[in-house]
Nanobody, 126 residues
Framework: QVQLVESGGGLVQAGGSLRLSCAASGRTFSTYIVGWFRQAPGKAREFVASINRSGGLTRYADSVKGRFTISRDNAKNAGYLQMNSLKPEDTAVYYC???????????????????WGQGTQVTVSS
């Protein structure tokens, strides 16, 4: 029902910033919880941030608190992840995801998300 496409990844030096976008197709984007996950080589996919339907509530992994900001614009069917003060440890493929159930607001669990984008590479050089 929903397709998600990430963009905005790239190569940046430590301390720099990137803004990731997640463009969604479908008629019910505003009803979905949106999450961002990342996966580094040899590691499991991990939770980064999530945002509720209205955009008024957010949740962040401890590793990105104070540096990353998740947001959404339901009128544009889009989600965003602003990443500041990037560190080499942030290097990963970043995925946006959507939870259509509404049962687990701001969930951090991968299995609770129904739709996933293809991922966008973020590389932070030291």
């Amino acid at each position: 029902q929903v397709q998600l496409v990430e963009s905005g990844g790239g190569l940046v030096q430590a301390g720099g910033s990137l803004r990731l976008s997640c463009a969604a197709s479908g008629r019910t984007f505003s009803t979905y919880i949106v999450g961002w996950f990342r996966q580094a080589p040899g590691k499991a996919r991990e939770f980064v941030a999530s945002i509720n339907r209205s955009g008024g509530l957010t949740r962040y992994a401890d590793s990105v608190k104070g540096r990353f900001t998740i947001s959404r614009d339901n009128a544009k069917n889009a989600g965003y992840l602003q990443m500041n003060s990037l560190k080499p440890e942030d290097t990963a493929v970043y995925y946006c995801a959507a939870d259509a159930s509404g049962r687990y607001p701001l969930t951090t669990r991968r299995d609770n998300y129904d739709y996933w984008g293809q991922g966008t590479q973020v590389t932070v050089s030291s």
